[in-house]
């Protein structure tokens, strides 16, 4: 049984906000009658295959009966160790917790610097292909992006009588191909093509903000 999510997005703004909104569909939508408890087992940041086995063992105690698990793994330092991962650490856990409820535990291995096909190289491994799953990682369109576009501009016409000097339409394809341009230039982790774009949107809607609120708000966002 799939229990295992891969999810690879190279934008970290991508990856906190798809985090964040599974953990609130969680809360408030699929598990309203158990506490959801969310841990990051790493953090971007490398620790020993030991130390990472120790922080996994910590959870068999967990009374599974009464909360709901989520695990979050950043792989980018373990490629050639996910196997082993799977198996000796995931696999204990997974079947203690089955014991007591099932799917009370989920883990989410996250990536940003995997190819999307890797789901294709590792169908034929039976220890991933029977436990992990990779999650689309589906791009935003020019369309919805006008979309947003128009709607926050309904709400800034209506509170503050400040209209767009061009259409939304026009706006967001010319957001789109610095998007795209962005993209193809392989921009740096700290100035990503999605923080260009959201800092792009504000300065059309004429925002004022301090680098320390911009990255306070997007980090959060969305609410859980």
Not at 25 to 54: A, G, T
Not at 115 to 130: A, F, P, S, T, V
């Amino acid at each position: 049984q799939v229990t295992a999510f891969l999810f690879v997005n190279k934008c970290p703004y991508g990856q906190t906000w798809m985090l964040r909104r599974i953990e609130h569909e969680m809360k408030n939508k699929w598990y309203r009658d158990r506490p959801v408890e969310v841990h990051n087992l790493n953090k971007k940041i490398y620790v020993d295959i030991q130390v990472l086995k120790s922080r996994f063992q910590k959870y068999i105690s967990t009374d599974f009966s009464q909360k709901q698990l989520i695990l979050i793994l950043n792989i980018d330092n373990y490629l050639l160790e996910v196997e082993q991962i799977i198996k000796d650490l995931w696999r204990p856990l997974l079947h203690k917790a089955h014991q007591q409820r099932p799917n009370s535990v989920l883990l989410f291995l996250m990536s940003q610097e995997l190819e999307n096909d890797l789901q294709e190289k590792w169908r034929d491994n039976q220890i991933l292909g029977d436990y992990m799953a990779q999650l689309p990682c589906p791009s935003f369109t020019e369309k919805e992006l006008g979309e947003v576009i128009s709607n926050i501009a309904e709400h800034f016409a209506f509170q503050f009588q400040q209209y767009l000097e061009e259409s939304p339409k026009v706006i967001a394809e010319n957001l789109m191909n610095e998007y795209q341009r962005n993209c193809q230039q392989n921009a740096s982790i700290n100035s990503t093509p999605t923080q260009n774009l959201l800092m792009e949107i504000y300065k059309i809607f004429k925002c004022q903000y301090s680098q320390e609120e911009f990255n306070r708000q997007w980090q959060n966002y969305p609410p859980t």
